[in-house]
Structure formats: C-alpha cells, structure tokens
C-alpha cells in the first residue's frame, strides 16, 4: 500500500532500487526516478540491476550511476523491486533476505514482497513514483520528471496504447512544466538506435507470418539473426508491435530464441482481446493488451500452440473482435 511506503521512507534511511533483467524504459525511469526523489528528501539510494542499461535510456539523469551486480553487496534498510512478477525476476541473488518493497502495475504480480503496493490502473510504474512523490510531498525536480516521462513514454507507445488515461496525461503535463523537453525524451527512445537495429528488423520482418484470418501475425528472431546482424539487447525494442500496423492485425506475437529450444515471448493486441490471459496460461503474464513469458521445447511446436490459444481467444471474444476492427480503422 501507498501509506506503508510513505512510512517506510520516512523513518529508514539505505535503500536500494532495482527492476527486471534486461530493463525497459519504465523499469530504468520509474527506478532513477525514484532514486533521486529518495535523495531529494535526504535518504541514501541507489540504482542496482543485472545486465546492461539499453543505449536509450542512458541519456537519463543517473543513468551512469546505475551497478551492474549479479549478487546483492550492500547493507540497506529496504530494496525496492519495481515491475517485477516475482523476486526472481530482477535476476540478482540475495533479495530473498531483504525487505522489499514491490512496486508494480501489472495485475499479474505474484506478492512477493514484505510490502506490496500494486496499482492495475497506472498506465506504467512511473505514474506510481509520481504519485508516491506528490503523497510524501516530494518536489517533482527535472531529474525526477525527465525519469518518470521516460517510463510514461515508453510504456503507454508515446500515448497511444490503452493504457493511457486522462490521468497519464495530466500526469505527463505536470512533467513538462517541471522541465521535461517532449521531443528529446522522444529522440532518445526512438532515433538513437545503432544501424544493427535495421539489420535485425530487416531479417525479423521476412519472418512475418499470417493465420487465415489475417488477424493473428507473428515473427521469430534467431540468435544467428541477431548475431549476423551485430545486435544487442534492445535493438529490437517494439518489434512486437510491427504487424499491428496492419488495420486487421489484431494480435502479434513475437518469439526469440535465446537458447537451446528456449524463447521469450512478447504478445500484444488491439481493443479488447486480452493477452494477458494467454500469457498466465504459460506462467507470464503482463496487461491485456500487452504481456509475455518464457517457454521451452520444439519451436514449430510451441509457436502452433500460442497461435491456436490466440485464434481461440478471438473467435471467443466476440464483440471484442468487432471493438477490435472499430479501434484499428481509428488507430490506422
């Protein structure tokens, strides 16, 4: 809960800030962003995460600062675990004997923390920091808005994904009038790729395959793709999302391999057909709109039956295919 935070940050004073494996826009903003709210009210924060932060959000605020650690190594009053299923997800050893504090928007969190404050309707995590901010009564400092835009940007597709709320909005403008230039945030997401990013899409998109219907599309990347094509992780942010360009593709999927017979999975979808119901079948999960998972075996195999579990969704859904069709003609 948002209260238990609050008294949490009041009367400690170490605290670390960690998100998921390989993070996105909203794990690294709402996580530097909650780092420099944390010392703008005199506490000791810093930022811990496994893996390499992605090119676009090292223009952030903080963002060098950021430890790369595969164990944790410090003594802290409390780690918070931003947009995390389960403890497991941050990929670092150790959290298990600290208290945590599990700050996430997707309904499918498991609970795993000593504290756990879940918010379904906040478009991304750093909607939360903002709102965490304003009930401690933090001041919102250009660091803290240009972190917290960062994650709003990314995770609502620059506004145009459901989740985006009149509240996002509001959210977003009290950021701007605290320093926030729209157009650089954006620049750096979305125009500050290397040219191995071209090389993967090329190859991914050839992939690109249809249902009868036309209205499931999915794709594969290969480690031999992305290793011909000199790409790292990150490269392919929003890959997911090309075939739903396309007015009767209502859902996407896309698998990377990443080991032998190994995949993750990124669905997503148009109005109101839920992937994150598809995705908990194969223990992930994420938004309705937006989730993914892991899975292992046959790839023709494993790709024929999320396809199938996709179509039966659809065919299931009724009216939702119809809002589907009405939301594409709108969105394209």
């Known amino acids: 809960m948002l209260s238990q935070v609050v008294e949490l940050i009041e009367?400690?004073?170490?605290?670390?800030?960690?998100?998921?494996i390989k993070p996105d826009g909203d794990g690294v903003g709402s996580s530097l962003g909650l780092c420099w709210l944390l010392r703008s009210l005199g506490k000791s924060a810093e930022v811990i995460v496994r893996g390499e932060v992605p090119i676009a959000y090292r223009t952030l605020p903080g963002a060098g600062d950021i430890r790369n650690i595969e164990t944790v190594d410090g003594e802290y009053d409390a780690v918070f675990i931003i947009e995390c299923s389960d403890l497991a997800r941050p990929g670092i050893a150790g959290?298990?004997?600290?208290?945590?504090?599990?700050?996430?928007?997707h309904v499918t969190s498991e609970h795993f923390g000593t504290i756990n404050w879940i918010d379904s309707t906040a478009s991304a995590a750093g909607e939360m920091i903002y709102n965490l901010c304003k009930a401690i009564g933090g001041r919102i400092t250009r660091e803290i808005a240009e972190c917290v835009y960062m994650a709003l940007v990314t995770d609502t597709g620059s506004f145009h994904f459901s989740n985006t709320t009149d509240r996002t909005l509001k959210v977003a403008s009290e950021l701007i009038k605290a320093g926030v230039k729209p157009a650089e945030i954006?620049?750096?997401?979305?125009?500050?790729?290397?040219?191995?990013?071209?090389?993967?899409?090329?190859?991914?998109?050839?992939?690109?395959?249809?249902?009868e219907s036309g209205r499931v599309a999915w794709m594969r990347q290969t480690l031999e793709m992305k290793e011909s094509s000199g790409a790292v992780d990150g490269d392919n942010n929003g890959f997911v999302n090309i075939p739903l360009a396309a007015k009767e593709v209502i859902v996407a999927v896309y698998m990377r391999e990443f080991g032998a017979d190994q995949y993750r999975v990124s669905l997503r979808s148009k109005g109101d057909i839920n992937v994150a119901r598809i995705a908990e079948r194969f223990d992930g999960g994420g938004h309705k709109?937006?989730?993914g998972f892991g899975i292992e075996g046959d790839w023709d195999e494993?790709?024929?039956?999320?396809?199938?579990?996709?179509?039966?969704?659809?065919?299931?859904t009724g009216?939702?295919?119809i809002e589907s069709k009405r939301l594409a003609r709108e969105v394209i």
């Not at 954006?186 to 090389?199: A, D, K, L, Q």
């Not at 494993?302 to 065919?315: F, G």
Request: glycine share 2%; hydrophobic share 40%; proline share 1%.
């Open 95 to 105: 959290l298990e004997s600290q208290f945590t504090v599990n700050i996430d928007h």
């Open 289 to 291: 709109n937006a989730a």
């Open 11 to 20: 009367n400690k004073q170490k605290f670390a800030i960690t998100t998921h």
């Open 186 to 211: 954006s620049e750096s997401v979305y125009n500050n790729y290397p040219w191995s990013r071209i090389e993967l899409m090329q190859r991914v998109v050839a992939t690109i395959k249809r249902d």
């Open 319 to 321: 009216n939702g295919w």
């Open 302 to 316: 494993k790709e024929a039956e999320i396809v199938s579990a996709l179509i039966e969704a659809i065919n299931s």
